[in-house]
């Protein structure tokens, strides 16, 4: 079951890579700056997909972990500015061949903890042969600053001694503003910039 | 004009890569033979697309590059077997979002000089934000032989002093022959070979 | 002059990467954290080469090119945090192989408009058959906050009109304290979090 | 123990691949042909680096897996002309910092079933840090024409149920003798047309 919907997955992922490509070298060769700093993407592996679909009660194959399981395929748009996330958001909502099947705005409204990031939920096409199937992939699109403070949130997670650890999960929501500040200056002073010749 | 015309030439040729990378996964998944060895491209020089478009008459502009010159984009895939081009010609026919304009059977029916290859011009859609544009691509299937004996065959073209030498000639005319013949052999031994457990 | 010095100084540029791989590959089969975020490289151009020989009223030609500009072939290294930018400049300048020229820690001692970066030159042996020649390489080692900084740094340098703006290098000073701050508060948690299993 | 062994062996085919990049890029710039078509590598299993050490009755740890097999590293450079494995072959006996273990000319000496290729094992030194070891390649050079062959023949070795088929044993020998006639027929051909501008 795994191996035959990571080809889907994959080809997900693939199609939404080969339209952020296209963007990219549209923008440069138009002299238009690249929105994008970097890309990043990752399959559920086969374990988490399982666990997934056990919490959800539902039956473990190939339909369900494609059908009921949005965040299997994920990929992640890293921009060097604020500006530059909400653009590519609303790029990416624009495909006719696409489906927009979810959309949370956490940089508008941030989680509790101080996550920030812009999550879109897409649908996509996938053509094998003469098959065409839809698959789901999660969208995250954010600054290279809420993307570092997502890292070491992250691993504070994997700790398992760690959860009561009030000092920590303070200082991680006062540098979660402390970057959101950085992210608004980085950007006022690139429009200032942005205005000269 | 050029630099425009790159970017949609370039999709164009992601987009059938995409698609021949999700058919050698699913087989590989499927333990069926990969019929692929490798794959190559090329997108056609600036000035070998002026110099085609001024052959031809036609004024010198994005939408004559992209409409008129049918090789502007070319992808070559390499095959072991001579089946195996013939089913790969066969899987890209029948695609429902790309058109087949042009077929050319070189494997059937070599050219004088002894050339062999499978030929297709596939019109590609590429999206770039809410813009489709249909590109053609030239799409050539062929054995490791018959790519082999075409790139030594090339390498003549290049010679200008080398025109009358019709020994050279009647020389790569008998190595086609006996490459075709090899290809034959192989594909022989290998559906005996495939035969066993 | 130019083609011959490329394959040296991308070969010098292949030789560190190479090296770098080895270190992080090495660090995860230990189940150490990979001190590097990513890796970037480039080759002066053509251009800029002349002009930096010109400027310093030197000969142009290969043997100078090589020899009397340090920065013809440069590496950047990204690291998560403080700690791992001095880890890994310390990592580099163990090799035997290769000798360090020159070395300035611009993060104790910034630059006055805020430039912080862990500058290494290294002479690095390049074997192409038979030859083996010494080519320079300039390694720059920081954070991903000091990398964005310069970035938008860089940006300015690049406006002809922009010079006495004194607001905006105002902006861009207080920013990179506010980064320098950041990148320590990051680090610190990391700090407290590796204190638990 | 074979994680160990992972990075160091993938070491020495890295390093050996970037002297191999390095030799194809001066021949570029040269405006001399680039001797080689493509290049593959592997790693032996960790299954079948255990199988070889018990086969030889060596106890299974580190320090074996990298001085008692020689081929747990594996590179396979493919030429298009005869000549060019002659010349690879040469070059990379010449480098100062690998020795020369093995040399094996299965091409004036093919094998009884047909087998042609050029071996080298290599002796490679990996630097990780301050520690340098030396790691053993097994280097195989060969046209494509043998690689195809090879192929096939290697998929026959597969097939548990077929030793007795005299048959095919015999064709592929046959095919051998073919294909080793072609490879000096192309080359002969091309040399015809070296000699013109």
């Given at each position: 079951m795994y191996k035959d919907s990571i080809v889907l997955l994959e080809g997900a992922i693939d199609e939404i890579k080969l339209k952020l490509d296209l963007i990219r070298k549209n923008k440069i060769i138009k002299n238009?700056?690249?929105?994008?700093?970097y890309i990043t993407s990752r399959i559920k592996t086969e374990e988490s997909m399982k666990q997934k679909l056990m919490r959800k009660n539902i039956p473990i194959n190939l339909d369900n972990a494609l059908?009921?399981?949005?965040?299997a395929a994920g990929i992640r748009i890293i921009c060097s500015y604020v500006d530059d996330v909400f653009e590519m958001a609303n790029i990416l909502k624009q495909y006719d061949d696409m489906e927009v099947i979810k959309e949370k705005d956490y940089i508008k409204n941030p989680k509790s903890n101080g996550y920030r990031s812009y999550h879109l939920i897409l649908k996509v096409p996938v053509n094998i042969e003469r098959n065409v199937k839809k698959v789901y992939v999660e969208v995250q699109i954010r600054t290279i600053a809420m993307d570092f403070w997502a890292s070491l949130e992250h691993e504070m997670k994997?700790?398992?001694?760690?959860?009561?650890q009030e000092m920590i999960v303070n200082e991680l929501k006062r540098c979660a503003d402390e970057s959101a500040t950085m992210d608004i200056d980085m950007m006022s002073i690139r429009k200032m910039i942005d205005e000269y010749d």
């Open positions: 238009e700056r690249d929105p994008i700093s059908n009921k399981v949005y965040d994997y700790k398992k001694n760690i959860k009561s």
